[in-house]
């Protein structure tokens, strides 16, 4: 965390307490290696500590991270119990592997640098303390405004650039029920032959992608999904909004390319869905269940 100014953790640790937490830094939180976040055993040491001590009840990241594959056989899940683990981007492979390893419930959801903008979305902070709460029959379509400015390097960290946030709308109709599981479709694929891969059947798939990605990059992960047989078995798919300066922002583009992956699809298909790397990000439960409706409307309903 040591890259961030100190005016700036100052801002999300008064957000957080007004929330309601008080906040602990793990002792490495600090450090830097080559780009990440200290050694392996540093980054593990923290998570451990946290999953372990009795006075700490959600375990978060600053940021997503890079590489939190690498730590994945070293955590102690028998320590995680109700403990609400909640995180996204590279974090991804952390929250599905708590699911599939303890059949808990994580959240992909906002890490800490989140509560460090000034002008945090009312969305954000709503759906993620409806988490914590364990608020259920929450029904989640679009909000009417999203960013995916890069706020944290403009003078007083400010204003945010809001555009109108696409509506949630299916590219296939159809409804499904089942356990969410999914993220950041490179975190996902970089899984893929470990013992870590991720068990899609009969899930319902949540993709999102980094900042900025391109149309190929995109077509590439697709064909890898295509090509393993996950979308023939998953109960349906959902798509995260787009950051804006990715070209895939544009829906008729993005269409476009859905559609040579889904043109005789018969499960439920929607897109826009508010919890990925643009803002606002809602909470969602891995591992935990929901329903996707996709027709005239497009929505998911955290059950």
Request: with cysteine; aromatic share 10%; charged share 20%.
């Amino acid at each position: 965390m040591g890259v961030m100014p100190q005016d700036l953790i100052d801002i999300g640790l008064v957000k957080l307490n007004v929330l309601g937490f008080d906040v602990v830094f793990g002792k490495n939180v600090n450090n830097n290696y080559f780009g990440i976040a200290g050694l392996r055993e540093d980054r593990l040491a923290d998570l451990n500590w946290a999953l372990n001590a009795n006075d700490i009840d959600i375990v978060m990241p600053v940021f997503g991270g890079y590489n939190c594959a690498e730590l994945l056989d070293g955590v102690d899940y028998s320590a995680i119990k109700e403990k609400m683990v909640v995180g996204y981007s590279d974090i991804t492979s952390l929250i599905n592997d708590i699911y599939a390893r303890t059949g808990r419930t994580a959240y992909h959801g906002p890490g800490f640098a989140k509560f460090c903008d000034p002008n945090i979305s009312e969305e954000t902070v709503q759906s993620f303390m409806q988490a914590v709460n364990g608020d259920h029959n929450t029904l989640i379509s679009a909000p009417e405004k999203m960013s995916s400015d890069l706020w944290f390097i403009k003078k007083n960290y400010g204003p945010r650039e809001w555009r109108s946030h696409p509506t949630m709308k299916a590219l296939c109709k159809g409804r499904a029920q089942g356990k969410l599981v999914g993220g950041t479709m490179e975190t996902l694929l970089s899984l893929n032959a470990t013992p870590y891969q991720v068990n899609y059947d009969d899930k319902v798939l949540l993709l999102e992608t980094s900042y900025k990605t391109s149309v190929s990059i995109f077509k590439q992960w697709m064909t890898q999904f295509s090509q393993q047989g996950v979308f023939d078995r998953v109960a349906g798919v959902v798509f995260g909004t787009f950051s804006l300066c990715s070209e895939l922002a544009e829906e008729q583009i993005l269409e476009k390319v859905l559609s040579e992956y889904f043109c005789a699809y018969d499960k439920p298909v929607a897109m826009h869905l508010p919890s990925s790397h643009a803002d606002p990000i809602y909470t969602l439960p891995i591992g935990g269940d929901v329903e996707l409706y996709s027709g005239d409307l497009a929505w998911l309903k955290i059950i």
